[in-house]
Nanobody, 126 residues
């Protein structure tokens, strides 16, 4: 069973930076580089939304408009790890951030992802 662990959240002031990490493990019949990895967030009272994702095939990336130019997704296949560098953080970025994996496709829709980490809390103060 594939397992994901997200980490790197914390409390920062507006304008600050954080780097989130997502470490994947438990591969039996496939490999980490067979999976698309997505970052999602859920703020209180709101639905979970796709923030960024990276494809398994060619490394293509997607960013939600509200984070474009501020967040950068990257991956290290040797470490089974995906990163989300978050710069110029805003209070509206406050949420629990989740990483997720899917072997069939990629995109910002959370319903297509098969495996989820437990999330890491990001709080941005003003």
């Amino acid at each position: 069973e594939v397992q994901l662990q997200a980490s790197g959240g914390g409390l920062v002031q507006a304008g600050g930076s954080l780097r989130l990490s997502c470490v994947a493990s438990g591969f039996t019949y496939d490999d980490f580089d067979d999976y698309a990895i997505g970052w999602f967030r859920q703020a209180p009272g709101k639905e979970r939304e796709g923030i960024s994702c990276i494809s398994a095939r060619d490394g293509s990336t997607y960013y939600r408009d509200s984070v474009k130019g501020r967040f950068t997704i990257s991956k290290d296949n040797a470490k089974n790890t995906v990163y989300l560098q978050m710069n110029s953080l805003k209070p509206e970025d406050t949420a629990v951030y989740y990483c997720a994996a899917d072997a069939q496709g990629w995109g910002p829709n959370p319903t297509l992802y098969d495996y989820w980490g437990q999330g890491t809390l990001v709080t941005v103060s003003s």
